[in-house]
């Protein structure tokens, strides 16, 4: 092994509202059988990495469940393992954690009890597809100091992303961090590789200084003094940050190509296996290009749409391009559109929930409609 992995879960993102109310972001659900650390962590495992921390702080008890037992990324080896790191953890004085390098620091005793002599950072909220071991030979090759994964948006808005300028050799020139005005559409992926020890040092160095960020205070302040640079990724690559993106993905996963690329070609995605019964299609019911997950009760129609588990669907309902999580009872003859309803909710029956695609209409978890 060449690397150790740390997985950045920190979980708190008031864009998605009513969704992380009481789950971290990473803990999310994606896709009907999938959260959002699956990719990360599957990523990481198919790469080899098999030493992991997931590092987090806010909502972390779905995160906890879910990723209680390591063995369902492959990471329950001896001398290797999956870690959760919180800062309640850490010591009594400690509540939170102060920015991304901070989050580190608190930890660096992981990274100096590990003896691999690269980290690879990733973010725990990202729906993507990577080898990290490429990225580790190019920063190899590249002599690097810090490699960046970055990516080619191609006149998309990058304004809530950080925009990389990147010289012919793909060393770093600049990085602006949510510009208003961004001066390039290449930005960072959130996905580093270091070097261990000189993470170390520069976490050690930053704490001294009173410094908590790692992109303004590692990567933006060593811009010049650090050789840093980019690798360039072309798949697949959704990062979770608001409720539009959230739908944006789910939708994705009804794409046969993305579909094809994320779950259906090596290496996979895996999850925290749920044993249910499968999906059961009655007398009248009528599926167009929707997922349908485990113990899926379907008597009405479903058109462009993800079900979670255990969803009841009642007759003559109308389910389309909606987003219905895991326990959810749709009462007859309701009619539900550009909607997303988180877990367990009751919708009854003849009720009509219209949202629109610039609109979607989200509902918290349990709520009665």
């Not at 998605?16 to 990360?40: E, H, K, W």
């Not at 580790?136 to 080619?152: L, P, R, S």
Request: aromatic share 10%; net charge neutral; proline share 3%.
């Amino acid at each position: 092994m060449k690397a150790v992995g740390i997985v950045l879960a920190g979980g708190k993102r008031n864009a998605l509202g009513a969704l992380t109310m009481q789950r971290n972001v990473a803990a999310i659900p994606v896709g009907g059988s999938y959260r959002a650390i699956d990719f990360a962590l599957s990523n990481l495992s198919n790469s080899g990495i098999k030493k992991v921390a997931v590092i987090s702080q806010h909502n972390t008890r779905s995160l906890t469940d879910h990723i209680s037992s390591s063995k369902w990324w492959g990471f329950g080896r001896k001398k290797t393992g999956l870690f959760l790191f919180t800062p309640h953890m850490i010591s009594a004085e400690t509540f939170s954690y102060r920015g991304t390098a901070d989050a580190i620091y608190q930890n660096v005793d992981f990274l100096k009890k590990s003896n691999e002599p690269y980290v690879v950072i990733v973010s725990g909220e990202q729906v993507t597809k990577m080898d990290y071991d490429k990225l580790i030979q190019y920063h190899i090759e590249k002599n690097a100091d810090i490699t960046i994964m970055c990516k080619n948006m191609q006149g998309e808005d990058v304004r809530d992303y950080g925009v990389v300028k990147l010289d012919e050799e793909l060393r770093m020139v600049d990085l602006e961090e949510k510009p208003l005005e961004p001066q390039g559409d290449t930005v960072s992926l959130g996905v580093y590789v270091i070097g261990r020890e000189l993470l170390i040092h520069l976490l050690e160095e930053l704490e001294s200084e009173a410094r908590y960020n790692f992109v303004s205070d590692i990567l933006i302040r060593y811009r010049r003094k650090l050789k840093i640079y980019g690798y360039m990724f072309d798949g697949y690559w959704k990062t979770i940050k608001d409720i539009p993106a959230f739908y944006e993905a789910n939708m994705d996963f009804l794409n046969p190509e993305v579909r094809k690329f994320l779950f259906n070609t090596a290496p996979h995605i895996f999850t925290k296996a749920k044993d249910e019964p499968p999906a059961k299609f009655n007398d009248h019911s009528n599926i167009a290009n929707s997922i349908i997950s485990g113990g899926d009760i379907i008597n009405g129609t479903v058109e462009q749409s993800v079900l979670f588990r255990k969803v009841f669907v009642g007759e003559n309902a109308v389910i389309k391009n909606s987003i219905i999580m895991e326990g959810c009872t749709i009462g007859r003859g309701a009619v539900l559109e550009n909607v997303i309803l988180d877990k367990q909710i009751y919708v009854s029956e003849g009720q009509r929930l219209i949202g629109t695609p610039e609109d979607i209409l989200v509902y918290p978890k349990r709520s009665i409609i």
